[in-house]
């Protein structure tokens, strides 16, 4: 971005300006849906690039409200690098999962190694079958290879036998190991992500220990909608296995879609973060579940034209389309985010939004670090640390007029990691945290 204010201007942030935040609009208190700029104040008389930031937070459901049944699978790795530990702790975040689940729920289980075996068919989640399942889940011993795609395959073959049911689609994939058997590269994953989300199933992967292809499972949960972790203790299994449950059972609303259309010679340059579909000049961002109280994120970079001192203009629409859980038809609510133009640079800087100035940094680090594993991959070390230095530069021009309270801690970070990536590459642990972290604040995922 051009034409950033000195950071000397800071001490004038005192001044009250123009806010510009569009307000919140309420339907049926689902949906709070929140759309508003970086700087919603721009100096007149030149084109700037601005963000803006569309939120969408799901209020927090009645207690009385009757939640949707979730249709849960679960997918096991049995294979011989679980043996121990792991596959007993496993065992037990599966109980654990499976426990939080009621009688208008379906469970099923499926686990792997060179083969794959439907442990649990599809089933409400009764007290016997619960005992039976648990019973089940104690004779599983590691062994074999790992057959990860093979196993998704037959776990959607379980979900979809009750697809069209009313139900909350959801499929937890655990992997302590690599694909060394059946589909093994990445955009094999991605196209099976993708066809599963496109069938209203989301996945979520936990990848547990060093030995897992981080490559593969994070792609899988971008593909698939879900969430990503990386554990390095099986102890935290239960936990996360609780969590996953406890978005899946808050669900309030799904199909979200998120249009934003510039008007009056704006233009989107690219979506920050969480990927978006760029067509006829429109961002579309897709998002098949939200949960009650976490909110989420879309982040456009876009130009937009020179205006007159004085003028404020409505350059960007954004149109938020969703299903209220119970519902079947659509509903839809419209966001005009104005632009004000002015000549006093005291005006730009106290209107600028330090909380969305975050999330811009939040996303660029998560683009440093994703392109630092690129370079590191290739032995290119220096390059590596340049892009975690880079950014460094890029957010300080984009935000350095607001302080330090926005950059010190990311900068700070970021050199001491480029430090580490320059003298002694990436290791395979920082290698999956840098991806786990870099997904994690993309999709602004709760980390359990």
Known sequence: ??????????????????????????????????????????????????????????????????????????????????????????????????????????????????DVETLVSSQHVTPAGLRAMKRALRQVTARGNTAIYAGLSQAAAELRRHREDGYINRMILLSDGLANRGPSQVADFRALGRALAGEDMVISTIGLGLGFNEDIMTTLADAGQGNTYFVENADDLPRIFAGELGDALNVAATNIEIIVRPRGGARIIKSLGREAELNDGSARFRMPQVYSGLEKLALVEMRVPKGVVGAVEDLIEVEVNYNAVGESHMRTQQVSVPIRYTDEVEQVVAAARKDIAQNVVDNRVAEAKEAAITYADAGDRDEAANRLRSVVGQISADYGFLGDEVLAAPSAVLEQEADQVQTKGLSNEKRKSFRADSYQSRNQQSVQ
């Open 1 to 114: 971005m051009k034409n950033r204010i000195p950071k000397v201007l800071l001490t004038l942030a005192l001044v009250c300006g123009l806010t510009a935040q569009a307000d919140i609009i309420r339907t049926a208190e689902v949906l709070q849906v929140d759309a508003a700029l970086d700087r919603p104040v721009v100096p007149a008389n030149q084109a700037e690039d601005v963000v803006v930031q569309i939120k969408i937070l799901p209020s927090d459901l009645p207690n009385d409200r009757e939640r949707p049944p979730v249709n849960l699978s679960l997918v096991l790795d049995r294979s011989g690098s679980m043996s121990g530990e792991k596959i007993e702790q496993a065992i037990q975040a599966a109980e654990v999962a499976v426990g939080r689940l009621g009688p208008r729920d379906r469970v099923s289980v499926i686990i792997y190694d060179h």
